[in-house]
């Protein structure tokens, strides 16, 4: 290798060790969390067992106002939403804000309106999970550093793509020499694993971008900012208010910025419809299993039922006029813009949704990829340490290719705000590590 190339070799190693310095830790907890919620269906099920499941009985249920009534004799307060059960065999969910304005999801057996159990809204085990894969369970400034960690595993697979490329090489580029005590082997492991998962963690980290706090929000407002926070290609054409979907459903991303409609107080001319017909005109005009019913918030409040599953084509989201029963709006994954869809598409493939089981287990094997690809780089590391020094790589004896890495990771930055900050911090702590590494080679 010319010293030119050696350079820069050493120049791209140096920012991949920073960079793994940097979202380790991160990335096994995003892989964990990650690889349990591919499941969460499932899981929670399985744990709520007691509460979400029923015995399936050839007998009629009992109407949707008859489960929420019986929801709302167990807990005192208003009900704001409501979940018909999506098979045979589970619980209606009512959810409920108390007088002192906790939420409750009440869960009631609709062949005979009694409740099976409640528990906190958005209580589930896999809720959890998700608030911790996401950050959030620890608050908005946390969720920050999702978009940053996103940014540095792209920098992490891309130097790592250049480490990797065999120049020659035979060994360790889809093999593993040695053994567990050799540090080869974990060089040689580490490498062929990155090969293998580079790709998909480039895709997730790319696709998880849109949930961060700065960027995914600003791209969101860019994509459905001028349609009362609706993706190009819905039309709008009704009153709207202030309130927000989100703030009543979780959504999908394209919808965190939704208005809501109004109902026609002035011209109703008679009684709301009432939940009952509400979700039976849900179920007429064909929404998915498992669609959710937000209840009106007021007298211009509208029922909105929705649902997110894991065919895109069935994606929907119907606001009924609680007077008329009119849909005032009835949109679907067909009338997003180009770009809606291609995040919602991106999203969804993230989530292991989009192509049911086999979606879910290279996702579930990548994510144990990206664990053994953590690991690898540790033992490898503190077998190459030198005592009582972090082992950082070697700067190059030319700065030039340095500064030529530096103008490339820039381009990211201005991308990613967030990440471009790091980025700087970085390449000051960089430049002082140097500095310090010249000082002591003076003095010797």
Not at 238 to 249: C, D, G, I, K
Not at 335 to 353: A, M, S
Request: proline share 5%.
């Amino acid at each position: 290798m010319s010293n030119k190339a050696q350079d820069l070799y050493r120049a791209v190693w140096r920012w991949h060790f920073y960079a793994g310095l940097i979202v380790i830790p991160f990335l096994i907890s995003l892989a964990v969390t990650g690889a349990l919620y591919l499941f969460h269906d499932s899981i929670d099920r399985w744990w709520h067992a007691d509460l979400m499941t029923v015995e399936a009985r050839e007998v009629a249920t009992v109407e949707a106002s008859a489960q929420r009534d019986a929801a709302l004799a167990a807990v005192d307060g208003e009900a704001f939403r409501y979940v018909p059960p999506a098979s045979a065999t589970q619980a209606a969910e009512v959810d409920v804000t108390r007088p002192d304005g906790s939420r409750v999801a009440v869960f009631v057996d609709p062949y005979d309106g009694e409740v099976t159990g409640q528990m906190p809204y958005r209580g589930t085990v896999m809720w959890l999970v998700r608030s911790l894969h996401s950050l959030s369970y620890f608050g908005t400034t946390a969720s920050m550093v999702i978009e940053i960690v996103g940014g540095w595993a792209i920098l992490l697979v891309l130097t790592g793509l250049y480490l990797w490329w065999p120049r020659g090489r035979r060994g360790g580029v889809v093999t593993v020499r040695g053994r567990p005590g050799k540090r080869v082997f974990w060089r040689d492991l580490h490498a062929v694993t990155g090969l293998f998962v580079g790709g998909i963690i480039l895709f997730l980290a790319v696709t998880g971008m849109p949930w961060s706090t700065v960027w995914g929000s600003k791209v969101n407002e860019l994509a459905n900012g001028h349609n009362f926070g609706y993706p190009d290609g819905v039309r709008v054409n009704v009153p709207m208010s202030e309130a927000r979907l989100a703030e009543r459903e979780a959504t999908s991303w394209s919808l965190e910025q939704a208005q809501l409609p109004i109902s026609d107080v002035e011209g109703a001319g008679a009684a709301a419809i009432g939940l009952d017909r509400a979700v039976a005109t849900f179920d007429g005009l064909g929404l998915a299993p498992g669609y959710a019913v937000s209840l009106p918030g007021g007298p211009e409040g509208v029922y909105t039922g929705s649902v997110y599953p894991d065919d895109l084509s069935r994606q929907r989201v119907v606001h009924l006029d609680q007077y008329s029963g009119e849909a005032l709006l009835d949109m679907n994954y067909a009338d997003y813009g180009p770009l809606g869809r291609g995040l919602e598409w991106g999203i969804n493939v993230h989530l292991g949704q989009q192509y049911g089981l086999a979606n879910q287990l290279i996702l579930a094997l990548a994510c144990a990829g990206i664990v053994l690809l953590c690991v690898s780089s540790a033992v490898m590391w503190w077998k190459r340490r030198p005592t009582g020094r972090l082992g950082v790589p070697p700067a190059p004896a030319d700065t030039r290719p340095l500064r030529g890495v530096l103008a490339l990771l820039a381009i990211g930055g201005v991308l990613f705000p967030l990440v471009g900050a790091s980025l700087i911090v970085m390449a000051t702590v960089d430049a002082l590590v140097r500095r310090r590494a010249a000082g002591r080679s003076a003095v010797a």
